[in-house]
């Protein structure tokens, strides 16, 4: 028997369109003999799967995540959540699928809602007394402060950055107080929810972590990110030719620290599935800086993530069809 799975894709952030790509890939190379997979996609319209030949939408019946497509009901077995931002990364769907007892690839309810908050992610992180870690100088803002205040807390530049959203969208490089109060005031009508962050020069790097089947963590080969920009934003990320050097060319003793610093991260936030954290090696301190921690990060062919896959002894699809059947398993 064939397991039905549900690639839940889109979303409701700017991020939506990465997740078409990963969604796409995805079901590229997950193998049809083995499963029957559907294209659930999530906006503000509804959760619902679109029928090619029949060129119609079907929607998923919430009351027990279930589709019916003519006179056929489909039950899922496992769902793969490949959302960006709200509601894959930020636990609502999560917990919907928790009270429907579904099993999903991605992570859990409480690993969600504290990482997809930089605030809150970065407040932890800070007591977590993981070695050679270190954070930049932050402040959460609000309408109620007074602009003057941000630079007695953090010097020129910074970065203003939204709270709840990831691939560097909407933020902003600041180097002086020129327009500052229009550009945050802008920054809080679009985001609602927006904080400031010490900018760090120097050398950029992305680790991917996961667990296999054992519990064992399993540290990927790190990226070196080399981009024309002042800093790695969506333009960079997306829409520019950027170096991805994999493995990067650092000395053995700072790979070694990296790769500890990143696998206890994924132990504090007890991550579950493949996530992607960021750090900065400031270059006159030569200190590892965490910028954030993606828990669904992008599946594209030209991710970070599936770049650093392709340069390991691993595959994209052995490792999620392995994850696929031990979810399973675990669940019945």
Known sequence: MKYKIALMIGGYSEENIISFQSG??????LDKNKYDLYKIFVDKKGWYYFQKEMKKCFFINKNDFSLKILNQKILF???????????GENGQIQAYLNIMNIPYIGPNYTNAVITINKRISKMLL????????????DFYYNKDNNINYISKLIRYPFLIKPNNLGSSIGIQKIYNKK?????????????KDIYIEQYIKGREFSVSVFKNKDNDIIV?????????RDFFDFQSKYKEITLKITPCKLPKIDI????????????????NGIIRIDFILESYTKRW????????????????TT??????????????????????????
């Not at 800070?126 to 100088?137: A, E, G, R």
């Not at 229009?182 to 920054?187: C, E, W």
């Not at 994209?316 to 669940?331: A, F, G, P, T, V």
């Open 24 to 29: 796409e890939h995805i079901y590229s190379i």
């Open 77 to 87: 077995d496992l769902v793969f959540i490949l959302i960006h931002g709200e509601p």
């Open 126 to 137: 800070k007591q977590s007394d993981i070695d050679n870690l270190y954070l930049p100088c």
């Open 179 to 191: 327009n500052l109060k229009k550009i945050i005031d802008i920054s809080l009508l679009k985001y």
């Open 220 to 228: 990927l080969p790190i990226t070196e990110i080399i981009h024309k």
């Open 256 to 271: 070694i620290k990296l790769q500890n610093i990143s696998s206890k991260i994924y132990q504090f936030f007890n991550c």
């Open 289 to 304: 800086f965490y910028l954030e921690i993606n828990t669904i990060p992008g599946l594209s062919p030209n991710s970070i």
């Open 307 to 332: 770049h650093q896959i392709s340069k390991s002894k691993f595959s994209l699809k052995n490792m999620y069809e392995e994850m696929i059947e031990n979810i399973i398993s675990q669940h019945n």
